[in-house]
């Protein structure tokens, strides 16, 4: 890999690690959101709720996130990219209902969401970077 990409790929990586310290943050400040959503969401007919969707995204991408941190790389590297890929935050329906369809509320859990979706990206990016190269 040349210098400039070398540089690119460390940037990318600093700000994976930069969002996953916020990401970790925003989790907490969303706990009052989420006893409001239990309360006042019912399930739907998805095989998981809306909150077990948010749960096994922020599983997920922090996993992977974790392991760019710790190591600079991620364990199955070509099944991690295809899981990345894969991975349409605002195509998985209960999140799209609640995100389009609270009109005004919850804007913590959202943004929380959109956080999600941009480290996806961040690291899809990352690891792109070594295919290209």
């Known amino acids: 890999m040349s210098e400039a990409v070398l540089n690119e790929r460390e940037a990318t990586k600093t700000h994976i690690v930069h969002l996953l310290d916020e990401i970790k943050i925003a989790y907490q400040n969303i706990q009052r959101e989420r006893k409001e959503i239990v309360a006042n969401f019912r399930?739907?007919?998805?095989?998981?709720?809306?909150?077990?969707?948010?749960?096994?995204?922020?599983?997920?991408?922090?996993?992977?996130?974790?392991?760019?941190?710790?190591?600079?790389?991620?364990?199955?590297?070509?099944?991690?990219?295809?899981?990345?890929?894969?991975?349409?935050?605002?195509r998985i329906p209960v999140i799209v209902q609640f995100y389009f369809g609270s009109n005004g509320k919850y804007e913590q859990i959202k943004g929380y969401i959109r956080m999600l979706d941009y480290l996806r990206l961040l690291m899809l990016e990352y690891l792109q970077y070594e295919q290209v190269n």
């Open 43 to 90: 399930p739907s007919n998805e095989e998981f709720s809306l909150l077990e969707e948010i749960e096994l995204l922020t599983v997920t991408l922090r996993g992977y996130a974790n392991q760019i941190q710790a190591q600079g790389w991620i364990i199955n590297e070509t099944q991690a990219m295809e899981q990345l890929r894969e991975i349409r935050v605002f």
